[in-house]
């Protein structure tokens, strides 16, 4: 699908522009506890000179009532990345012995994707996520607005279908004992990733009281049924989490982080 002439959106938006960035590589580490005593990794392992160009640290409650805390690092350096994962402070540090005796949990989510296969909009000129790194900011885009425009924002979408090779159906798998273990996952080629970000932190006081009374529980059920109804929707993973700030303090910022089987499956939702 390609936006059709003469299209005019309904409001403007802004897009990051990442400049000559050819991949953007993502690593998620996070601990999960019981009673919220779990021990997240600390921020300085990440300041290495393979380390990331952006670190966020986020939080949420998962569908078992454990407290995920946990930092999401970007690169825009494949091999950077790469030698990161093999030889980093952080990857030695989940890698050792005491990590399986603790009662925490914890767990590491690595990708890297083709800038050609990635898109990020945005409703204000504030970045998130690893658009806090962009070369720029560019106003005024018009690909959205109309059902299709996720993908005319993807620059690939033009010749690939992103379809999964599991089909268009997630499969669910029986539970499986994990504690004291260690568990690796290799995930389907195609898989959509998704950070679709709320910032209410410039709103006045109507305006923010109408959003937490009226429109934030309504997307937090939302983020709940396609966390719980994974077969229904194709959605394998779905935080609902928080922005942590500078010195552990609450932010008026939320995120849902998901990964769907595909995109199509992403637009089923959204349709």
Same mark, same amino acid.
């Given at each position: 699908?390609?936006?059709?002439?003469?299209?005019? =959106?309904?409001? =403007?938006?802004?897009?990051?522009?990442?400049?000559? $960035?050819?991949?953007? &590589?993502?690593?998620?580490?996070?601990?999960?506890?019981r009673?919220?005593?779990?021990?997240? !990794? +600390?921020? #300085?392992?990440?300041?290495? @000179?393979?380390?990331?160009?952006?670190? @966020? /640290?986020?939080?949420? $409650?998962?569908?078992?009532?454990?407290?995920?805390?946990?930092?999401?690092?970007?690169?825009?350096?494949?091999s950077?990345?790469?030698?990161?994962?093999?030889?980093?402070?952080? &990857?030695?540090?989940?890698?050792? +012995?005491?990590r $399986?005796?603790?009662?925490?949990?914890?767990?590491?989510?690595?990708?890297s994707?083709?800038?050609?296969?990635?898109?990020?909009?945005?409703?204000?000129?504030n970045?998130?996520?690893?658009?806090?790194?962009?070369?720029?900011?560019? @106003?005024?885009?018009? #690909?959205?607005?109309?059902?299709?425009?996720?993908?005319?924002?993807?620059?690939?979408?033009?010749?690939?279908?992103?379809?999964?090779? !599991?089909?268009?159906?997630?499969?669910?798998?029986? +539970?499986?004992? #994990?504690?004291?273990?260690?568990?690796?996952?290799?995930?389907?080629?195609?898989?959509?990733?998704?950070?679709?970000?709320?910032?209410?932190?410039?709103? *006045? =006081?109507?305006? /923010?009281?109408?959003? !937490?009374?009226?429109?934030? =529980?309504?997307?937090?059920? *939302?983020?709940?049924?396609?966390?719980?109804?994974?077969?229904?929707?194709? &959605?394998?993973?779905?935080?609902f989490?928080?922005?942590?700030?500078?010195?552990?303090?609450?932010?008026?910022?939320?995120? *849902? !982080?998901?990964?769907?089987l595909?995109?199509?499956?992403?637009?089923?939702?959204? +349709?």
């Open positions: 699908m390609r936006m059709r002439e003469g299209w005019e =959106p309904p409001y =403007p938006l802004v897009k990051a522009d990442f400049g000559q $960035v050819e991949n953007i &590589c993502v690593a998620i580490c996070g601990v999960q506890s009673d919220g005593s779990g021990r997240l !990794l +600390d921020r #300085t392992l990440f300041d290495e @000179e393979i380390g990331p160009i952006q670190v @966020e /640290r986020a939080k949420y $409650v998962d569908a078992e009532g454990y407290l995920n805390e946990f930092w999401i690092a970007y690169w825009f350096d494949q950077l990345f790469d030698a990161w994962q093999k030889r980093s402070a952080v &990857c030695r540090w989940f890698a050792e +012995d005491s $399986v005796d603790e009662t925490s949990g914890y767990w590491m989510e690595t990708f994707m083709s800038l050609g296969d990635f898109e990020t909009i945005f409703g204000t000129s970045p998130a996520g690893v658009s806090c790194a962009a070369a720029r900011m560019t @106003e005024n885009d018009r #690909t959205h607005g109309y059902w299709g425009s996720m993908r005319d924002r993807i620059p690939n979408s033009a010749s690939d279908p992103f379809t999964s090779p !599991l089909g268009n159906k997630l499969r669910r798998v029986e +539970d499986r004992d #994990t504690f004291g273990k260690r568990w690796r996952i290799t995930p389907p080629s195609n898989l959509c990733y998704i950070r679709s970000g709320q910032d209410y932190s410039h709103c *006045g =006081p109507e305006q /923010r009281q109408t959003y !937490l009374d009226q429109i934030a =529980p309504v997307l937090k059920e *939302g983020m709940d049924f396609l966390r719980d109804n994974g077969e229904e929707t194709s &959605c394998c993973s779905l935080r989490a928080e922005v942590v700030g500078p010195g552990d303090t609450g932010t008026e910022q939320t995120f *849902g !982080l998901g990964y769907f595909s995109i199509g499956n992403l637009e089923d939702w959204w +349709d």
